[in-house]
């Protein structure tokens, strides 16, 4: 392949820039939020717990809305509703800005989500079908720079605004960010015809069974360490309903299933979202606990600790373009692999710091998990959706940012648990990354089962 012929037109470019500045918003948001709730109830003179439920809430519409979005994008395009979601997000960061109390806080905190769960998995649906699978690697390694640095620069910017502007302006900054984005995608984001949109009816019950059981096992993984039987309440429904929708969809006849449940027939698409599900487990715990280790052994603020977990999102934001790019080439096997041993190393050497530890040494392992995440990440969601026909890129998207919604709640609640079971901070910071080498040895032994070199589909999923 020439490199005139490797090259991304200027207008898929433009597109990839603008659908990531929208995309943006939500992982941004999520994260400085996370970093205000002592702030937050102080204002309201409530308790961390009740504020938390901003967050919470927040993440709950989000996985509640994906499904919905799932079958909405093939109904009514993805430009038209790239633009509804936006207008959505606008709204509720608007009304969460002018918030006059915790409940009318986290009622539009769950406006935002629904908001974020339209954007989220559209980035990804959007970006692979304008890619097409010959450049899929490429473009999903552009959008991993967002993935990876979002969550990074998130605490870090909900820092400085919180030392600068009062905590409002953590949401009223999102409406005219949005507003650039809504302008832009109506600009460069192309249209879709009639012939582009599918008319089927939605799976209602599917939706009503899909929705909540995901959402209750993402609450229950994220209120693990603090509840007891309302989690293991909450596991046993959510895996009833995701049952029930299981049996519903196998048995659908003449509503099209919101997630076909044959899509994990095939070897390759069941590979890469276990690979991409343990590394965001991996991943969240990663940046959970980095901060938690320069703050409580080192006694940096909040701020401090933020810059210094930085070059773990830099790691992966400069490694997923070039694998993302190098996949397209040479298959994802060969890169993956070194990205997880590269992981694995990093987080075996997490092990071995402790408080007397200098500061560069644990700096330079941040940067190096993150390059290794990195390099197994973007090749895994290029096969994906080189694995992928063009009718099922929808659902293969959801499938894989739910999965790492649960994954991130789960790497949270392990950091979370863990650290409350250790005798001393550097025990429970120790056990944090053998866990996340736990996860990563398993990513190694499931990267074989990538396809060597993933065909263009037409029909069905591969095998």
Same mark, same amino acid.
């Given at each position: 392949?020439?490199?005139?012929?490797?090259?991304?037109?200027?207008?898929?470019?433009?597109?990839? !820039? *603008?659908?990531?500045?929208?995309?943006?918003?939500?992982?941004?948001?999520?994260?400085?939020?996370?970093?205000?709730?002592?702030?937050?109830?102080?204002?309201?003179?409530?308790?961390?717990?009740?504020?938390?439920?901003?967050?919470?809430?927040?993440?709950?519409?989000?996985? #509640?809305?994906?499904?919905?979005?799932?079958?909405?994008?093939?109904?009514? %395009?993805?430009?038209?509703?790239?633009?509804?979601?936006?207008?959505?997000?606008?709204?509720? =960061?608007? #009304?969460?800005?002018?918030?006059?109390?915790?409940?009318?806080?986290?009622?539009?905190?769950?406006?935002?989500?629904?908001?974020?769960?339209?954007?989220? $998995?559209?980035?990804?649906?959007?970006?692979?079908?304008?890619?097409?699978?010959?450049?899929?690697?490429?473009?999903?390694?552009?959008?991993?720079?967002?993935?990876?640095?979002? &969550?990074?620069?998130?605490?870090?910017?909900?820092?400085?605004?919180?030392?600068?502007?009062?905590?409002?302006?953590?949401?009223?900054?999102?409406?005219?960010?949005?507003?650039?984005?809504?302008?832009?995608?109506?600009?460069?984001?192309?249209?879709?015809?009639?012939?582009?949109?599918?008319?089927?009816?939605?799976?209602?019950?599917?939706?009503?069974?899909?929705? &909540?059981?995901?959402? /209750?096992? *993402?609450?229950?993984? =994220?209120?693990?360490?603090?509840?007891?039987?309302?989690?293991?309440?909450?596991?046993? /429904?959510?895996?009833?309903?995701?049952?029930?929708?299981?049996?519903?969809?196998?048995?659908?006849?003449?509503?099209?299933?919101?997630?076909? $449940?044959?899509?994990?027939? =095939?070897?390759?698409? *069941?590979?890469?979202?276990?690979?991409? %599900?343990?590394? %965001? @487990?991996?991943?969240?715990?990663?940046?959970?606990?980095?901060?938690?280790?320069?703050?409580?052994?080192?006694?940096?603020?909040?701020?401090?600790?933020?810059?210094?977990?930085?070059?773990?999102?830099?790691?992966?934001?400069?490694?997923?373009?070039?694998?993302?790019? @190098?996949?397209?080439?040479?298959?994802?096997?060969?890169?993956? +692999?070194?990205?997880?041993?590269? #992981? %694995?190393?990093? !987080?075996?050497?997490? +092990?071995?710091?402790?408080?007397?530890?200098?500061?560069?040494?644990?700096?330079?392992?941040?940067?190096?998990?993150?390059?290794?995440?990195?390099?197994?990440?973007?090749?895994?969601?290029?096969?994906?959706?080189?694995?992928?026909?063009?009718?099922?890129? !929808?659902?293969?998207? =959801?499938?894989?940012?739910?999965?790492?919604?649960?994954?991130? #709640?789960?790497?949270?609640?392990?950091?979370?648990?863990?650290?409350? @079971?250790?005798?001393?901070?550097?025990?429970?910071?120790?056990?944090?990354?053998?866990? /996340?080498?736990?996860?990563?040895?398993?990513?190694?032994?499931?990267?074989?089962?990538?396809?060597?070199?993933?065909?263009?589909?037409?029909?069905?999923?591969? $095998?």
């Amino acid at each position: 392949m020439s490199s005139i012929d490797d090259r991304l037109d200027p207008r898929l470019l433009a597109m990839i !820039a *603008v659908i990531l500045l929208g995309g943006l918003l939500g992982i941004l948001n999520s994260t400085m939020a996370a970093v205000a709730t002592g702030t937050l109830a102080t204002a309201f003179d409530t308790s961390l717990n009740t504020v938390g439920w901003a967050s919470t809430g927040f993440l709950l519409a989000v996985t #509640a809305t994906i499904p919905f979005t799932t079958w909405a994008v093939d109904r009514f %395009g993805g430009k038209r509703l790239w633009l509804a979601g936006l207008v959505v997000f606008m709204a509720g =960061s608007l #009304a969460a800005g002018l918030a006059w109390n915790v409940g009318s806080l986290i009622a539009f905190r769950a406006l935002q989500g629904v908001g974020a769960g339209i954007l989220d $998995p559209l980035v990804l649906i959007l970006l692979a079908r304008a890619a097409g699978p010959r450049h899929a690697g490429r473009v999903m390694g552009l959008m991993g720079v967002v993935l990876s640095l979002g &969550p990074v620069l998130g605490p870090i910017a909900g820092g400085a605004v919180l030392n600068a502007l009062d905590w409002r302006w953590m949401f009223l900054l999102s409406v005219p960010v949005g507003l650039l984005a809504y302008v832009l995608a109506r600009r460069v984001v192309p249209d879709e015809g009639s012939a582009d949109q599918v008319r089927t009816r939605l799976d209602v019950l599917g939706l009503a069974l899909l929705a &909540p059981g995901f959402a /209750a096992l *993402v609450l229950a993984v =994220s209120q693990s360490a603090e509840q007891g039987g309302q989690v293991a309440l909450l596991l046993v /429904a959510g895996a009833a309903l995701i049952a029930g929708y299981a049996v519903h969809a196998l048995r659908a006849r003449r509503t099209p299933p919101l997630i076909e $449940p044959r899509l994990f027939a =095939s070897r390759g698409f *069941v590979a890469s979202v276990t690979i991409m %599900g343990l590394g %965001g @487990l991996a991943n969240f715990a990663t940046l959970f606990a980095l901060p938690l280790y320069y703050q409580q052994a080192h006694g940096h603020g909040v701020l401090a600790a933020g810059l210094l977990m930085a070059p773990a999102g830099l790691g992966g934001a400069i490694a997923m373009p070039l694998a993302g790019r @190098l996949s397209d080439r040479f298959g994802a096997r060969g890169l993956a +692999t070194a990205g997880a041993i590269l #992981a %694995g190393l990093s !987080a075996l050497a997490f +092990t071995r710091i402790g408080a007397g530890t200098a500061e560069v040494w644990p700096v330079l392992a941040a940067l190096a998990i993150g390059l290794g995440m990195g390099c197994f990440s973007a090749p895994t969601m290029g096969s994906l959706y080189r694995s992928l026909p063009g009718p099922l890129v !929808a659902q293969g998207s =959801s499938v894989l940012y739910m999965l790492n919604q649960l994954g991130a #709640a789960l790497g949270v609640a392990v950091v979370t648990l863990v650290l409350q @079971l250790a005798g001393d901070p550097i025990t429970g910071f120790h056990g944090i990354f053998w866990l /996340a080498l736990a996860m990563i040895v398993i990513i190694l032994a499931v990267i074989p089962l990538l396809p060597s070199r993933e065909p263009v589909l037409t029909g069905k999923a591969a $095998p």
